[in-house]
């Protein structure tokens, strides 16, 4: 008997579970958008390789919205848009000719022996009880005695130095009056590149922004105007005061107290530091006379005279105007200290505008 072996089932192994494949991930990037992107960085390109005429621009549209409000006050008497622009443009290119024309001369020579005679009022400060162990510290007396030395026989170099700095900003007379018209036509023209710019706009938004921008002007044309008001009131008492007390160069002190008081909060005190200064080279009642006489000013100028003509348009607080200041002015130097006030004011007009929608939910959610 034979025995025949059992077939068995073949079992097929299983197959060994297949490994997860990797996925493709495919960034799409649509066309307009890599145009859009170049296009940016084309305008970017641009504005880096003509920053000098950008800021040129600025300036003029600076000049401009300073000087709208007047005209448009004049149109609102019946002037014609062009015919007010242009007599309020010849009456300030006027007044500044004349000032420059007839105050540069003496106010430069007072300018010269000022600096010249800066060694000999720093040895009669040093001279001072107090003065000395101040100064006699890491020799800062005769560090600063050499420097006004310097100062003085450099005076011609420097004076040179600053024609040429002017040269540079301007480029040559061709660019100032290139600015000069240039802010003229936006003047002229400002009404109507605004509707044409809102033309692209709904109305909604037209409604909207229209004020916001109106606001801005104002808030930049009040506070140059209040500057420059608030600046030669500070000269003329400074000026006056140093006449009164027999301090040198009265006229010398009174320009710098000006100019420097366009720098908003900072300013005013610097120039007070440098005429109490001077003062004590003349006498130490001279000097106190004068601190008292820039302490009370200060306090006029911030509570009585700034309130109305600078403040209640531009509504900036101190911390806020400071920062704006130091930012400005170390991106684009004195002249963007002075204009910082301005940027600032408009900056706030239009975060205001932008987040009142917010407020106004966020204020309703309080309510509720």
């Known amino acids: 008997?034979?025995?025949?072996?059992?077939?068995?089932?073949?079992?097929?192994?299983?197959?060994?579970?297949?490994?997860?494949?990797?996925?493709?991930?495919?960034?799409?990037?649509?066309?307009?958008?890599?145009?859009?992107?170049?296009?940016?960085?084309?305008?970017?390109?641009?504005?880096?390789?003509?920053?000098?005429?950008?800021?040129?621009?600025?300036?003029?549209a600076v000049l401009a919205f300073?000087?709208?409000?007047?005209?448009?006050?004049?149109?609102?008497?019946?002037?014609?848009?062009?015919?007010?622009?242009?007599?309020?443009?010849?009456?300030?290119f006027a007044g500044v000719f004349v000032l420059v024309l007839v105050s540069a001369g003496p106010v430069w020579d007072q300018i010269v022996d000022f600096i010249h005679q800066l060694p000999a009022y720093w040895d009669k400060l040093t001279a001072k009880p107090g003065f000395k162990e101040i100064t006699s510290a890491a020799d800062a007396d005769e560090k600063?005695?050499?420097a006004l030395g310097e100062l003085a026989q450099g005076l011609p170099d420097a004076a040179t130095t600053l024609l040429g700095i002017a040269g540079n900003v301007f480029g040559s007379v061709l660019s100032l009056v290139t600015l000069t018209f240039l802010a003229?036509?936006?003047?002229?023209?400002?009404?109507?590149?605004?509707?044409?710019?809102?033309?692209?706009?709904p109305p909604t938004v037209e409604a909207r922004w229209r004020?916001?921008?109106?606001?801005?002007?104002?808030?930049?044309?009040?506070?140059?105007?209040?500057?420059?008001?608030?600046?030669?009131?500070?000269?003329?008492?400074?000026?006056?005061?140093?006449?009164?007390?027999?301090?040198?160069?009265?006229?010398?002190?009174?320009?710098?107290?000006g100019l420097l008081d366009l720098i908003p909060q900072v300013g005013a005190t610097v120039a007070a530091v440098i005429l109490v200064a001077v003062a004590l080279t003349v006498g130490t009642t001279e000097a106190v006379i004068m601190l008292i006489i820039q302490l009370v000013y200060q306090q006029v100028e911030n509570y009585v005279i700034y309130p109305i003509v600078?403040?209640?348009?531009?509504?900036?607080?101190?911390?806020?105007?400071?920062?704006?200041?130091?930012?400005?002015?170390?991106?684009?130097?004195?002249?963007?200290?002075?204009?910082?006030?301005?940027?600032?004011?408009?900056?706030?007009?239009?975060?205001?505008?932008?987040?009142?929608p917010r407020r106004a939910r966020m204020e309703t959610l309080r309510a509720g």
């Open 184 to 201: 003229l036509f936006l003047l002229m023209e400002r009404p109507t590149i605004t509707d044409w710019l809102f033309g692209f706009t």
């Open 211 to 257: 004020p916001a921008l109106e606001d801005s002007i104002s808030a930049v044309s009040s506070s140059l105007i209040g500057n420059v008001a608030i600046s030669i009131i500070a000269g003329l008492i400074a000026g006056g005061s140093a006449w009164l007390l027999g301090l040198p160069f009265p006229v010398v002190l009174g320009v710098i107290t």
């Open 144 to 146: 600063i005695k050499k």
């Open 1 to 60: 008997m034979t025995t025949g072996s059992v077939p068995t089932a073949e079992v097929d192994p299983q197959p060994d579970a297949e490994a997860p494949r990797p996925q493709r991930v495919e960034i799409s990037i649509p066309v307009r958008t890599l145009l859009q992107l170049l296009m940016f960085a084309a305008l970017v390109a641009l504005a880096l390789l003509s920053l000098g005429t950008l800021i040129s621009i600025l300036l003029a």
């Open 66 to 92: 300073g000087l709208d409000p007047p005209v448009s006050a004049l149109v609102r008497r019946g002037w014609g848009r062009g015919k007010a622009s242009l007599v309020l443009f010849a009456a300030l």
């Open 310 to 356: 600078y403040r209640r348009a531009v509504e900036l607080t101190p911390f806020t105007t400071i920062a704006a200041v130091l930012i400005a002015g170390s991106l684009l130097g004195v002249v963007g200290a002075i204009l910082a006030v301005p940027f600032a004011a408009v900056i706030k007009t239009v975060l205001r505008e932008a987040g009142a």
